[in-house]
């Protein structure tokens, strides 16, 4: 049996961010592949293989091709047990990203080399800085036509906020690409288009070694041997502390559709990466070698077997060793509660766990117990610091479109809004219920969902609201004649706190204004 000090040292507990597109699914895959958790890519473009992503497995999610839920994947690779979660990268549902964010213990981000840094990419960087997380870069698709590498690389610093070193270095780009020299392990690999297979490494002694010129032909040797110098006189060398620290990302290069430069990545990734690091609950700092459980939900999902209305609440274990049936108190309520079917996934397929370690993700069976920020532990009072919901930027009223199916949909609107998918909002003076959203395409996925889960049908009517606020005031007078002034813009989030729905930003100034003793927060952490 390994000790539970053993147990945490060899997890690596990770999110794959990206903008949409720059190939962040496919890279998951690849991952996949060499940890043999999976035996064939689906590639998402290619139709002789009609298997979809192993991670995209919401119904939407194959129609779009793109990812709309966190996957939770769990695999061994060699010594290693690897997590990874893998985020949706459209700017739609960046709240269940900035969520997966405190549950991981580093980062991997992916840059298309043509595209560089995109705006999402920009906005990810910032809660990883907000929490120190160490962060490593992945350039993709080199086997396209892009920019200069080091043009991507003063880039990243600039655009991300970040000193950056890369540990492998491409030979050309585009059609003439001809592979990768790996800094790190001083080794070069050469490049073959095939998405199934790995590409040759070709065995070298160091950058001078003649083999590099039989391998690529002489010229392009010896600009690969004037980069590396260049690389080694602009950038410090490589220190695994300041990557650590948050202060240093290195960089790789690759493409992940040909599982080119996706081994290196890795293989470098596990001996770097660290492993589960301390949380701050309220109370105290807590560390993952303390023999006591603690754990907190990060997650909720809905249906994930349409088979069974269940849901499932992802618990990120923090503390202590997690085991099946054994009595965990569930802080908010005060229930102690035990858990006879917790799982571990491989995407959406999952298995029964009995026991798991700090960096682990487990699965439990919810029927209504949890909530996004719940806090488990093995009796101590511990309140893990919430995770936040932004307010929103899109607002519409939502409406029963079949009489006869309101249960469905009242079930529909209440798993959907424990997941995090959307906040709802009560109008107090016409007891109509509003949905709030950061994106367009999260009322698409609302509506998609409640009719294929549910049953139920609804439809969207407009409203226009500039902002919503959570207010709160030590004065109760002043809240209570704020309330009756207002009365018909006030409403109560799923929560019961009381919100203000602003519908102009001179509206929300003014109240601001004649209302000095009132407290407007944007966000519902306060």
Known sequence: MASLAEEIKRRRT?????????????????????????HIAGAVKSNKIKKTATSDWMEIE????????????????????????DTPGHQDFAEDTYRTLTAVDSVIIVVDVAKGVEQQTRRLMEVCRMRNTPVIIFVNKLDREGRDPFEILDELEAELKISVRPLSWPINIGAKFKGVYNIYEQSLDLFTPNKQKVSERVEIDNVNDARIDDAVGEKDAQKLRDDLELIEGVYPEFNVEDYRAGLVAPVFFGSALNTFGVKELLDCFVEIAPSPKPVTAEERTVEPYEEQFSGFVFKIHA?????????????????????????????????????????????????????????????????????????????????YKGLPSFSPEMFKYIENTDPMKSKQLEKGIQQLMDEGVAQLFINQFNGRKIIGTVGQLQFEVIQYRLLNEYGAQCRWEPISLHKACWIESDNPEDLAAFKKRKYQFMAVDKEGRDVFLADSGYVLSMARQDFPTIRFHFSSEF
Not at 76 to 85: A, E, P, Q, R, S
């Open 14 to 38: 990770f999110a794959i961010i990206s903008h949409p597109d720059a190939g962040k699914t496919t890279l998951t895959e690849k991952l996949l592949l060499f940890g043999g958790a999976i």
């Open 62 to 85: 194959k129609q779009r091709g793109i990812s709309v839920a966190t996957s939770v994947m769990g695999f061994n690779y060699g010594d290693y047990k690897i997590n990874i979660l």
């Open 303 to 383: 249906n994930m077997d349409p088979n069974h209305r269940s849901c499932i609440a992802f618990v990120k274990v923090c503390s202590g060793k997690f085991e099946r049936n054994a009595p965990y108190r569930h802080i908010r309520s005060g229930k102690v509660l035990r858990f006879a079917a917790p799982t571990a996934f491989m995407a959406q397929k999952k298995s029964i766990v009995d026991e798991a370690y700090p960096g682990d993700i487990v699965g439990i069976p919810d029927t209504g117990t949890f909530k996004i920020g719940d806090t488990l532990t093995e009796g101590e009072m511990l309140h």
